[in-house]
């Protein structure tokens, strides 16, 4: 079992800088891919960007490659989320994913990511 809290969302202006943390619990936080997600009112969750355990290699949407760098840092099971440049665009809550397949097994509650124009 494995929890995930989030947290360093906030309200940041057009052109501002957010940076998420997502904190792991358990033993084996370097196996899992983890993943950010996005969901904006009225429309469906969406993949952000992720990043595998066992080589870090990193995965991005299209709309944010340039702008959001994920890392993780193992010795502290914690993954993060770099946000810059951000958009009206970019408002939505902000959810952590932990999974060791094509899947997600594990969610946090979720952060709000406001960017105000």
């Known amino acids: 079992q494995v929890q995930l809290v989030e947290s360093g969302g906030g309200l940041v202006q057009t052109g501002g800088s957010l940076k998420l943390s997502c904190a792991a619990s358990g033993r084996t936080f370097s196996s899992y891919t983890m993943g950010w997600l996005r969901q904006a009112p009225g429309k469906e969750r969406e993949f952000v960007a992720a990043?595998?355990?066992?080589?870090?290699?990193?995965y991005y949407r299209d709309s944010v490659k340039g702008r959001f760098t994920i890392s993780r840092d193992n010795a502290k099971n914690t993954a993060y989320l770099q946000m810059n440049s951000l958009k009206p665009e970019d408002t939505a809550v902000y959810y952590c994913?932990?999974?060791?397949?094509?899947?997600?097994?594990?969610w946090g509650q979720g952060t709000q990511v406001t960017v105000s124009s």
């Open positions: 990043i595998r355990g066992i080589n870090s290699q990193t």
């Open positions: 994913a932990a999974g060791r397949s094509s899947t997600y097994d594990y």
